[in-house]
């Protein structure tokens, strides 16, 4: 039954955290400047992405942490360095204001794709969880939820390095790096699946129903109960603006789940 529907986010309702502990509510800010001192301008720009602006750097690092949480539309922070970063609901991204002189390094829970900018001489560190990734000026994505099985960085454009506590890998484009205790490397990955969430798509090439809701709780910010096994992998590409219940109905012609909305939760259940 989809009596009740769920809309999906029309609002990014992403915060930043400045390093002061001060809170800026990224949405409710118009175009224009969220923050701005004599080193350092925050500015809102008309695509909605957010964008760093700093003049002179002082010499202790400051670190500010943008969070996007469950039922928020996906942010894009460009980063003093010109990096872009894009942040998927349920996630954050702890980064300086400015870069120290050696080395650039951020960190992040959940999801981000980046777009690294090259800058001579200082490679980039993502830290997420165990894991540690290493670039000079790539894109990339990492999806590091704490209720998936492990942490995935996946290649899209030029090289990187992945290290754990069990040692070290580099990546080609199309791979992925699974990051459990080791790193295990997953050739010809299907790219366009993991990146579907920053072009505003579900996509799914043989998906099980766990991997599927886990997206679908998070975006709509619902409660998930699946009941009984579900052996079914679904394929499927919808955009991601769409009420859940259009989701629900592309998977249930598969014929092998059906769902049952009710408010703020969703059940799953088997037909077969």
Avoid: C
Avoid at 30 to 47: F, Q, T, W, Y
Avoid at 144 to 162: F, H, P, W
Wanted: no cysteine.
């Amino acid at each position: 039954t989809m009596q009740q529907d769920v809309k999906a986010p029309s609002l990014t309702k992403a915060t930043i955290t400045l390093s002061d502990g001060k809170m800026i509510v990224v949405d409710t800010a118009s175009e224009g400047v969220l923050v701005k001192n004599e080193n350092l301008n925050i500015i809102r720009m008309n695509d909605g992405s957010v964008k760093y602006d700093v003049a002179a750097t002082s010499g202790t690092v400051q670190y500010n942490t943008l969070n996007n949480p469950r039922g928020s539309r996906v942010i894009s922070l460009i980063l003093s360095d010109g990096t872009r970063v894009w942040l998927n609901s349920e996630s954050s991204l702890r980064y300086p204001v400015a870069f120290s002189s050696d080395k650039r390094e951020v960190e992040i829970t959940g999801e981000a794709y980046f777009e690294v900018a090259k800058v001579a001489g200082k490679k980039f560190f993502v830290k997420a969880g165990n894991s540690t990734t290493e670039v000079l000026g790539t894109h990339f994505n990492i999806n590091s939820y704490s209720d998936e099985a492990n942490i995935k960085i996946t290649l899209l454009e030029g090289a990187i390095q992945v290290s754990s506590a069990k040692g070290q890998n580099k990546l080609a484009p199309g791979q992925q790096a699974q990051v459990d205790n080791e790193i295990h490397i997953i050739d010809n990955v299907n790219t366009d699946d993991v990146v579907a969430w920053k072009n505003e798509m579900f996509s799914f090439n043989g998906a099980d129903i766990h991997t599927i809701m886990r997206q679908v709780s998070r975006w709509y910010d619902v409660e998930v109960i699946i009941k009984g096994a579900i052996e079914e992998k679904f394929v499927g590409e919808l955009p991601r603006n769409v009420n859940v219940s259009s989701l629900l109905k592309m998977l249930e012609t598969t014929g092998a789940v059906k769902f049952k909305i009710e408010p703020g939760k969703i059940e799953v259940m088997n037909r077969k």
